[in-house]
């Protein structure tokens, strides 16, 4: 069993959590950083350092709104990273059989 | 207020190995975390509403109960209905909150839009009661079938619909199952229709209860 065929982007227990949660959202709909923070229990510098990798990859996509203590970061799965998701669980099952 | 994230504080990232067995039940155990978290029902609200439904027609029925000709539920018994919505109110306003904290989008704006249809129903209902009344219609049709039914059937049927746009089958037929009894009800006269609201209702609800929480064990 071989876990080559699995996109690495999302092949990580942190990213893997962030993309499905984001992926349960109702189409159209973005979470707040810190909401994501409490569902995933991560730090914030964790998050932010997967937000990073799976952002410059294409996967999802932040928005920063207002200034100062106002300011609001929403995260969002990209059409990308949901055919993403799509092509890592389908390959996943391909190994195991059945998910 | 939404707290800015820390860019100062890199932690490691997470790149543990990962087998595609343990990945496989990640996904499913996340799945079911986040739509627990994202869902606007749970079981557990649904039971209380069937307690509060059972609870509010009930009183009334007691106080209209041997009524003849009908005048109505006491003050009393409208005074503990009061205070069974006021928390019903407050205790949904406090579960939708935190299950919609941090979400913005599409759903949100249709929620707004939704609240607004319901809320036009539920005013319309209300008025055409007072306009029956108005115009000579008899106080057990107004303020005993009507008051107990007519209004669900206006709301449920607005409900039916919404539904139906957003596909959601299991709401679907828990409102139709609603709007018919309380269609039927309407039959049971003024002192009647309570006791079949309240009892039919809370019946429909346990039902859905019941069906919600075989969804989450599967």
């Given at each position: 069993?071989?876990?080559?065929?699995?996109?690495?982007?999302?092949?990580?227990?942190?990213?893997?959590?962030?993309?499905?949660?984001?992926?349960?959202?109702?189409?159209?709909?973005?979470?707040?950083?810190?909401?994501?923070?409490?569902?995933?229990?991560?730090?914030?510098?964790?998050l932010i350092t997967h937000l990073r990798k799976l952002e410059e990859a294409g996967y999802v996509a932040t928005e920063?709104?207002?200034?100062?203590?106002?300011?609001?970061?929403?995260?969002?799965?990209?059409?990308?990273?949901?055919?993403?998701?799509?092509?890592?669980?389908?390959?996943?099952?391909?190994?195991?059989?059945?998910? | 207020?939404?707290?800015?994230?820390?860019?100062?504080?890199?932690?490691?990232?997470?790149?543990?190995?990962?087998?595609?067995?343990?990945?496989?039940?990640?996904?499913?155990?996340?799945?079911?975390?986040?739509?627990?978290?994202?869902?606007?029902?749970?079981?557990?609200?649904?039971?209380?509403?069937?307690?509060?439904?059972?609870?509010?027609?009930?009183?009334?029925?007691?106080?209209?109960?041997?009524?003849?000709?009908?005048?109505?539920?006491?003050?009393?018994?409208?005074?503990?209905?009061?205070?069974?919505?006021?928390?019903?109110?407050?205790?949904?306003?406090?579960?939708?909150?935190?299950?919609?904290?941090?979400?913005?989008?599409?759903?949100?704006?249709?929620?707004?839009?939704?609240?607004?249809?319901?809320?036009?129903?539920?005013?319309?209902?209300?008025?055409?009661?007072?306009?029956?009344?108005?115009?000579?219609?008899?106080?057990?049709?107004?303020?005993?079938?009507?008051?107990?039914?007519?209004?669900?059937?206006?709301?449920?049927?607005?409900?039916?619909?919404?539904?139906?746009?957003?596909?959601?089958?299991?709401?679907?037929?828990?409102?139709?199952?609603?709007?018919?009894?309380?269609?039927?009800?309407?039959?049971?006269?003024?002192?009647?229709?309570?006791?079949?609201?309240?009892?039919?209702?809370?019946?429909?609800?346990?039902?859905?209860?019941?069906?919600?929480?075989?969804?989450?064990?599967?």
């Amino acid at each position: 069993m071989t876990t080559d065929a699995l996109d690495p982007m999302i092949h990580a227990p942190a990213r893997l959590r962030m993309v499905v949660t984001l992926a349960n959202l109702p189409d159209g709909d973005q979470l707040s950083f810190p909401r994501l923070q409490e569902m995933l229990g991560l730090t914030p510098g964790n998050l932010i350092t997967h937000l990073r990798k799976l952002e410059e990859a294409g996967y999802v996509a932040t928005e920063k709104t207002g200034h100062g203590i106002w300011s609001r970061t929403t995260v969002t799965l990209t059409d990308h990273g949901r055919a993403a998701l799509a092509a890592y669980t389908a390959a996943l099952r391909d190994l195991l059989g059945e998910l | 207020m939404n707290q800015a994230p820390d860019t100062n504080e890199i932690a490691d990232a997470d790149e543990g190995e990962l087998a595609p067995a343990q990945a496989a039940r990640l996904i499913k155990q996340t799945t079911r975390q986040a739509k627990r978290q994202f869902q606007l029902q749970s079981p557990w609200v649904t039971l209380l509403g069937a307690a509060a439904w059972l609870a509010i027609y009930g009183t009334i029925w007691l106080s209209v109960r041997g009524q003849n000709p009908y005048t109505g539920p006491t003050v009393w018994a409208l005074l503990v209905v009061f205070v069974l919505l006021v928390f019903i109110v407050i205790g949904n306003s406090v579960f939708l909150r935190r299950r919609t904290a941090g979400i913005s989008g599409r759903s949100r704006r249709q929620g707004a839009y939704i609240g607004a249809a319901i809320a036009t129903a539920f005013v319309a209902a209300y008025l055409f009661m007072g306009a029956l009344r108005y115009l000579g219609v008899s106080y057990g049709v107004v303020y005993g079938v009507y008051a107990a039914s007519g209004w669900l059937i206006v709301v449920g049927a607005a409900a039916v619909a919404v539904a139906a746009t957003q596909q959601d089958l299991p709401n679907l037929y828990l409102r139709i199952a609603l709007v018919a009894i309380a269609a039927g009800s309407s039959f049971a006269g003024p002192v009647g229709v309570w006791l079949s609201m309240g009892v039919g209702g809370f019946a429909v609800l346990l039902v859905f209860a019941a069906y919600q929480v075989r969804l989450r064990l599967q």
